[in-house]
């Protein structure tokens, strides 16, 4: 029998993983991990240096593996800068430990595993299999696709006007183009009032910047407690107006950290229950309030959030955008805020969108989504968030068809399971991939 040959597009942790787990299920299946950024292993979460962008998810609970717990805590034990000290490590730290793993892994699979450096922009059926095509001209056959392209790049805010992007005042990706800001840049508006703002704007913090965040409801990121939370228990279901309740009820009496985690825990269930008009109402009603008591900030780093806030640097506000226009060598913004009707202006250097990534898949402008969109052999996900999948994440058609030769992992499977952007989700997905691909084509 011929050895399988499996690629895994994309080698964030998602892709990290998943390419793990099939080595170790298939140890005679070809593989190529596919990556168009400078380093493998580590997406773009886990590329940054700055010593002020942490983990939002406790040491404890980030090993790459869920049936070894301690497997991150013995790799930090191993390095020399390592002093234990807080439960909350940086993501700098966190993307040396996936590429360690990376390295280990090559060193285990031989010349099985390739890693390619290249960007895949075509994918198209072949006979039985697929053939990808990249940037560089080149192109490969393999019988299974695994799509692990983690988040969507945001979608560009209403009313922005043509003429600010060509004068280089508008940074549409925060993560390759906030860091580069011109030295005459000092007021500064953040869309969005999440993680990647507060990402932002501590990589500038005491650079004399000021930072105007601008998002719907104004909400921001809660922290996480300094000591860890006992382990709950309480199961929730019904209705999200039902578990709203149930939720405002528990946090009566325990802290409300630990009734988020005990909802996250019931999250996968209540999502696949709920019907799309409940779905809907919650992502219209609820989600930003789940958003920033989910996704949570350390403490330290919360605690320089507030110290940037009462020193001016920071100030956010809750509204909508109205126009973001050239004004002379300024950019001139109009907003309507929260609750008013009338519109006010602000003038700024430079705009950094922050609104987070974007669900709709049809509308993406990554050359392989949307050829798989427009050429039948994807679909969005009936509530807009991402690539329609199965149970066992085969990607569906635009007849519904769930295909045995291609799958996707991480974010872009929200629309199915709602939770899996965090690691403690997504090494459990990559693991059961793994598993039903081996089952494929074992």
Not at 88 to 104: N, W
Request: hydrophobic share 40%; with cysteine; charged share 25%.
């Amino acid at each position: 029998m011929t050895a399988p040959r499996i690629a895994v597009i994309g080698a964030g942790f998602s892709g990290l993983l998943t390419t793990v787990h099939l080595s170790r299920k298939l140890p005679e299946a070809e593989l190529w991990l596919i990556e168009k950024a400078p380093r493998f292993g580590e997406g773009a979460a886990y590329g940054t240096r700055e010593a002020d962008h942490v983990l939002n998810v406790r040491l404890g609970n980030m090993s790459a593996f869920p049936d070894d717990p301690d497997h991150l805590s013995r790799w930090l034990a191993t390095q020399p800068h390592w002093s234990a000290q807080g439960a909350f490590i940086t993501r700098g730290d966190y993307g040396r430990y996936l590429r360690a793993i990376l390295s280990e892994t090559l060193g285990q699979s031989g010349s099985r595993l390739k890693l390619v450096h290249d960007e895949s922009t075509v994918l198209a059926r072949e006979g039985g299999g697929w053939r990808i095509g990249f940037a560089s001209g080149d192109q490969l056959d393999v019988d299974v696709v695994v799509l692990a392209l983690g988040n969507l790049e945001p979608a560009d805010p209403p009313g922005l006007d043509p003429a600010v992007v060509e004068a280089g005042r508008y940074v549409a990706d925060p993560w390759r183009g906030a860091t580069a800001l011109d030295g005459e840049v000092r007021r500064v508006l953040l869309i969005g009032s999440s993680l990647t703002m507060v990402d932002v704007a501590l990589s500038h913090a005491r650079t004399g910047r000021r930072f105007f965040a601008l998002s719907r409801r104004g909400f921001r990121p809660r922290a996480h407690k300094a000591a860890d939370l006992a382990v709950g228990s309480r199961p929730y279901s019904g209705s999200p107006g039902v578990v709203l309740r149930r939720a405002r009820e528990a946090a009566l009496t325990s802290d409300w950290r630990a009734v988020t985690d005990d909802l996250r825990r019931s999250a996968r269930f209540l999502w696949r229950s709920w019907t799309r008009a409940q779905r809907g109402r919650f992502l219209r009603h609820l989600r930003p309030i789940w958003d920033v008591h989910r996704h949570r900030l350390a403490p330290g780093v919360a605690g320089r959030v507030e110290a940037m806030l009462a020193a001016g640097e920071l100030s956010i506000d809750a509204g909508r955008i109205i126009r973001i226009e050239p004004a002379e060598d300024k950019v001139l913004v109009t907003w309507r805020p929260r609750g008013s009707a009338r519109t006010t202006t602000r003038k700024v250097d430079a705009v950094i969108n922050c609104t987070g990534p974007l669900a709709d898949v049809a509308g993406s402008r990554i050359p392989l989504i949307r050829g798989l969109v427009e050429g039948g052999l994807a679909r969005a996900d009936p509530d807009g968030l991402g690539l329609d999948v199965d149970d066992d994440c085969r990607v569906r058609d635009i007849d519904g068809a769930a295909q045995d030769e291609l799958y996707a992992v991480g974010p872009m499977t929200r629309g199915a399971f709602w939770e899996v952007t965090s690691v403690p989700d997504i090494r459990l997905q990559a693991a059961e991939v793994a598993e039903v691909i081996s089952w494929t084509v074992g």
